[in-house]
C-alpha cells in the first residue's frame, strides 16, 4: 500500500528517527508523530487502518449508512509503530444541498495535543480547548452527531471563509469535521449517524477517487 507521510501539524515533511534521534521530526514543527494517508482507497486499504486502530480501541469515524451519492474517499492516521494510532482520519466526498458541485469532509479522532484537526481547520496551536470550553459555557452545540451510538454534541469555530469545522469529544478524544466548501457543513444538520470502522467495516461502503484535501491539496 502507497502511503504519504507528513507533519500532522503543517503538512511539512517528516524525518523519521535515527542514530541522532529517537523520534520522527518536521523542520517546522520539531518533534512530531507522522501523518500516514494511504495514496489508494478500497475495502482492502480500509480493513487495514481499521485493524491498526482496532488494537487500541481507537476509533476511526465515517458516516454510516452513508448518505445518498457519498462515497469514502480516503483514510489516515498519526502515529507509529511505537506509540500506535493517536489519530484518524476518513474522507468523504458527495452531495451538499447547498451548493453546487461536490463536497468534501473530513472526520477526524484525536487525542489531545496531535494537531491535526486544528491543521485541517486552519486554526493555530494544536488543541481547540480553551475555545470549546468557552462555547459549551456559553452556547447550546450548533450541531449533534450520533457516534457509536450515542450523542455527540458539535461546536462551529471560526476558520478561512473556504471551510468549516465543527468539534466535539466522543469516546474521550477530539472529534472533528472539517468541510470544503464551507456550507457543506450544513449536512451535520442532517441527522448524521457515525459509525467506528475499527468495530467492523460495512460490506456496502461506496469509494472514490482520493480527497486532495486529505493529501493536503487545498
Known amino acids: 500500500m502507497a502511503v504519504a507521510v507528513s507533519c500532522p501539524r503543517c503538512g511539512g515533511p517528516v524525518r523519521p528517527p535515527d542514530l541522532v534521534r529517537s523520534h520522527w521530526q518536521c523542520h517546522q514543527c520539531g518533534p512530531v508523530l507522522p501523518l500516514h494517508v494511504a495514496e489508494h482507497i478500497g475495502p482492502e486499504i480500509v480493513r487495514g ?42 474522507a468523504c466526498t458527495g452531495p451538499a444541498s447547498l451548493i453546487s458541485g461536490p463536497a468534501d469532509i473530513l472526520f477526524i479522532a484525536e487525542d489531545p495535543g496531535v494537531g491535526l484537526g486544528v491543521r485541517f481547520a486552519g486554526r493555530p496551536g494544536t488543541d481547540p480547548g480553551p475555545s470549546i470550553a468557552d462555547l459549551a459555557a456559553s452556547t447550546t452545540a450548533h450541531a449533534k452527531v450520533r457516534a457509536a451510538g450515542h450523542p ?63 493529501l493536503g491539496k487545498f
Do not use: K, N
Request: charged fraction near 15%.
Open 49 to 90: 487502518a481499521a485493524e491498526r486502530a482496532a488494537g487500541q480501541e481507537f476509533p476511526v469515524w465515517c458516516p454510516w449508512p452513508l448518505p445518498l451519492g457519498w462515497m469514502v474517499t480516503g483514510v489516515g492516521w498519526v502515529g507509529d509503530d511505537r506509540t500506535g494510532v493517536v489519530a484518524s482520519v476518513v
Open 152 to 214: 455527540a454534541p458539535m461546536w462551529a469555530l471560526d476558520t478561512p471563509e473556504d471551510r468549516s469545522a465543527y468539534v466535539g469529544e466522543a469516546h474521550g478524544r477530539w472529534l472533528w469535521t472539517v468541510a470544503w466548501p464551507a456550507p457543506a457543513g450544513y449536512l451535520l444538520a442532517e441527522d448524521v449517524t457515525l459509525h467506528d470502522l475499527s468495530d467492523w467495516v460495512p460490506g456496502g461502503l461506496v469509494y472514490g477517487a482520493i480527497s486532495p484535501y486529505l
